[in-house]
């Protein structure tokens, strides 16, 4: 089996031939979104960080900056800066540009304002997609998909149906030599023994169970339940009692294979297999450390009916609650309610969404990108604002 | 490492055409497929067995219900894991859900009050 895709300079192959206006700083965004909106072809990437912030949090902006440059997805990249952050544009730049893509910059405060700013991004970026729409996709082996793994907006539907035929998809791309990422350790709270038992090793246990760890933490030195904010509201509203309800049913996204290694977040992967990634559960934050680590294309389950996708990466809609597919059918890709009703069996429909996800890769569009609903991005951060 | 842990816990994609689900057979809570009705006995698959509960109170689709009585202080086990624990006695039928269980992780609550 093949997809069709584009190749970059890199040896990437990308889903989608986007041309990326990233906004290296908050206080670009103004900017960097309207040059994308004047273009068709382009899209933004806008954020909240980026100043003001500790240098733990300044390096992962500039490291995030840079995974998503080199995103497979993006043919080009326009950098928007308003000029006296922290985030080190040049730096972004530089390794961007190191994959053989054009980037270019923009600084807000040497151009003369927002106006002549839009003005000279736009005409860039026009120049960029006219570049980037002579390229042809090209089949390739699914091995060069790199997948990434979401739920969210659970209910109940979740751990029975979805989750498990998205951990069948994944098991399908890791034997075809492909790439899958498991984010999402705030769940894994409560399932994280059962998923030790599937690292390649001991040491790479370890090391999943001390996210793990770092992420329970983080919750409870607040000094409240996780439960006012995991399960969320509406995951309690469908069903879902505690976080290890949630992370039992969670966990199933990752199939059978052995996850081979565990990164920090947003940090492309050096091997190929399942493999985790630090991230939080909520959508902007893991969708854009997902898309960081490299993912052309990501299947994202839901339950009560999740619409956020990703402004370059395809995001994949499936959900087991018909109810859902038939109230929510604008956000919704993949219907696998038939597992919950007893007429497909896991196999069956893990099979039947692997179809998809390759038309998907090969241009199919997502109904979040049918709807433009893709705006679900910030930068994931561990430290505070200050 | 051991291939198919996780996924021994999940259920067989077929016969969830039901009115319950119970995932395991040492699992106490079952799932609704449907909702369920108060004072209504449902009959549904529990591991080998067929169990048959009679609601207690009406239990909306994807909610959970005890499928056995169930005392305070105990595990409650769904997937064949503990998920929680109760914090009143649950009886057989009664929705088992957050207001008779409590969370075990990340309770920042509990650290708070030293204990």
Same mark, same amino acid.
């Given at each position: 089996?093949?997809?069709?895709?584009?190749?970059?300079? $890199?040896?990437?192959?990308?889903?989608?031939?986007?041309?990326?206006? #990233?906004?290296?700083?908050?206080?670009?965004?103004?900017?960097? =979104?309207?040059?994308?909106?004047?273009?068709?072809?382009?899209?933004?990437?806008?954020?909240?960080?980026?100043?003001?912030?500790?240098?733990? =949090?300044? *390096?992962?902006?500039? $490291?995030?900056?840079?995974?998503?440059?080199?995103?497979?997805?993006?043919?080009?990249?326009?950098?928007?800066?308003?000029?006296?952050?922290?985030?080190?544009?040049?730096?972004?730049? =530089?390794?961007?540009?190191?994959?053989?893509?054009?980037?270019?910059?923009?600084?807000?405060?040497?151009?003369?304002? /927002?106006?002549?700013?839009?003005?000279?991004?736009?005409?860039?970026?026009?120049?960029?997609?006219?570049?980037?729409?002579?390229?042809?996709?090209?089949?390739?082996?699914?091995?060069?998909?790199?997948?990434?793994?979401?739920? @969210?907006?659970?209910?109940?539907?979740?751990?029975?149906?979805?989750?498990?035929?998205?951990?069948?998809?994944?098991?399908?791309?890791?034997? /075809?030599?492909?790439?899958?990422?498991?984010?999402?350790?705030?769940?894994?709270? @409560?399932?994280?023994?059962?998923?030790?038992?599937?690292?390649?090793?001991?040491?790479?246990?370890?090391?999943?169970?001390?996210?793990?760890?770092?992420?329970? *933490?983080?919750?409870?030195?607040?000094?409240?339940?996780?439960?006012?904010?995991?399960?969320?509201?509406?995951?309690?509203?469908? &069903?879902?009692?505690?976080?290890?309800?949630?992370?039992?049913?969670?966990?199933?996204?990752?199939?059978?294979?052995?996850?081979?290694?565990?990164?920090?977040?947003?940090?492309?992967? =050096?091997?190929?297999?399942?493999?985790?990634?630090?991230?939080?559960?909520?959508?902007?934050?893991?969708?854009?450390?997902?898309?960081?680590?490299?993912?052309?294309?990501?299947?994202?389950?839901?339950?009560?009916?999740?619409?956020? @996708?990703?402004?370059?990466?395809?995001?994949?809609? #499936?959900?087991? *609650?018909?109810?859902?597919?038939?109230?929510?059918?604008?956000?919704?890709?993949?219907?696998?309610?038939?597992?919950?009703?007893?007429?497909?069996?896991?196999?069956?429909?893990?099979?039947?969404?692997?179809?998809?996800?390759?038309?998907? /890769?090969? %241009?199919?569009?997502?109904?979040?990108?049918?709807? @433009?609903?893709?705006?679900?991005?910030?930068? +994931?951060?561990?430290?505070?604002?200050? | 490492?051991?291939?198919?842990?996780?996924?021994?816990?999940?259920?067989?994609?077929?016969?969830?055409?039901?009115?319950?689900?119970?995932?395991?057979?040492?699992?106490?809570?079952?799932?609704? #497929?449907?909702?369920?009705?108060?004072?209504?006995? +449902?009959?549904?698959?529990?591991?080998?067995?067929?169990?048959?509960?009679?609601?207690?109170?009406?239990?909306?689709? &994807?909610?959970?219900?005890?499928?056995?009585?169930?005392?305070? &202080?105990? $595990?409650?086990?769904?997937?064949?894991?503990?998920?929680?624990?109760?914090?009143?006695?649950?009886?057989?039928?009664?929705?088992?859900?957050?207001?008779?269980?409590?969370? #075990?992780?990340?309770?920042?609550?509990?650290?708070?009050? %030293?204990?």
């Amino acid at each position: 089996m093949e997809f069709l895709g584009y190749e970059r300079g $890199d040896g990437g192959i990308g889903t989608r031939n986007y041309v990326g206006i #990233l906004s290296t700083v908050i206080c670009g965004n103004e900017v960097a =979104d309207k040059i994308a909106s004047q273009v068709l072809g382009a899209t933004a990437f806008l954020h909240h960080q980026g100043c003001c912030q500790t240098p733990i =949090d300044i *390096n992962r902006v500039n $490291d995030v900056l840079i995974g998503l440059g080199k995103n497979p997805n993006l043919a080009a990249v326009l950098l928007v800066s308003l000029g006296c952050e922290s985030t080190n544009i040049h730096l972004v730049a =530089d390794a961007i540009a190191a994959t053989g893509k054009r980037v270019e910059t923009i600084l807000i405060q040497e151009e003369g304002g /927002a106006a002549k700013s839009v003005a000279r991004g736009i005409l860039l970026a026009q120049s960029m997609v006219t570049d980037a729409s002579g390229l042809k996709r090209a089949p390739f082996p699914l091995s060069e998909l790199v997948l990434g793994l979401k739920c @969210g907006s659970s209910d109940t539907t979740s751990g029975l149906s979805a989750n498990p035929v998205v951990g069948i998809l994944s098991d399908l791309i890791v034997e /075809a030599g492909g790439t899958s990422i498991l984010g999402e350790v705030t769940e894994f709270i @409560g399932a994280e023994h059962l998923l030790a038992k599937h690292a390649k090793d001991e040491k790479t246990a370890r090391k999943m169970l001390a996210l793990v760890e770092r992420m329970e *933490n983080r919750a409870i030195q607040m000094g409240f339940d996780i439960r006012g904010g995991q399960p969320t509201g509406g995951n309690i509203k469908g &069903g879902l009692t505690t976080i290890e309800e949630k992370s039992l049913g969670a966990i199933a996204k990752a199939g059978n294979a052995p996850f081979q290694a565990v990164y920090e977040y947003g940090v492309k992967p =050096d091997v190929k297999g399942l493999v985790v990634m630090d991230s939080p559960g909520r959508e902007p934050e893991i969708l854009t450390g997902l898309s960081a680590a490299g993912a052309n294309v990501i299947a994202f389950t839901t339950g009560r009916g999740a619409p956020q @996708g990703f402004p370059f990466v395809p995001v994949i809609k #499936l959900t087991g *609650n018909e109810k859902t597919w038939k109230n929510l059918i604008d956000h919704m890709d993949f219907n696998v309610s038939s597992v919950m009703e007893g007429t497909e069996t896991l196999e069956e429909a893990g099979k039947r969404l692997l179809l998809e996800l390759v038309d998907v /890769a090969s %241009g199919k569009l997502t109904k979040a990108e049918i709807s @433009g609903y893709t705006s679900s991005m910030d930068i +994931y951060m561990v430290g505070p604002v200050i | 490492m051991k291939a198919g842990q996780v996924k021994k816990i999940l259920p067989k994609g077929r016969n969830m055409k039901q009115n319950a689900i119970m995932i395991k057979a040492q699992d106490n809570v079952a799932t609704a #497929l449907r909702d369920l009705d108060a004072g209504r006995t +449902y009959q549904f698959v529990a591991g080998k067995e067929t169990l048959s509960v009679t609601m207690k109170e009406s239990i909306a689709y &994807g909610h959970k219900f005890a499928a056995v009585d169930i005392s305070k &202080g105990a $595990d409650i086990i769904k997937y064949g894991e503990i998920m929680g624990r109760a914090t009143a006695d649950i009886s057989q039928g009664a929705h088992a859900h957050v207001q008779n269980i409590e969370s #075990l992780r990340g309770r920042g609550d509990l650290k708070k009050e %030293g204990v």
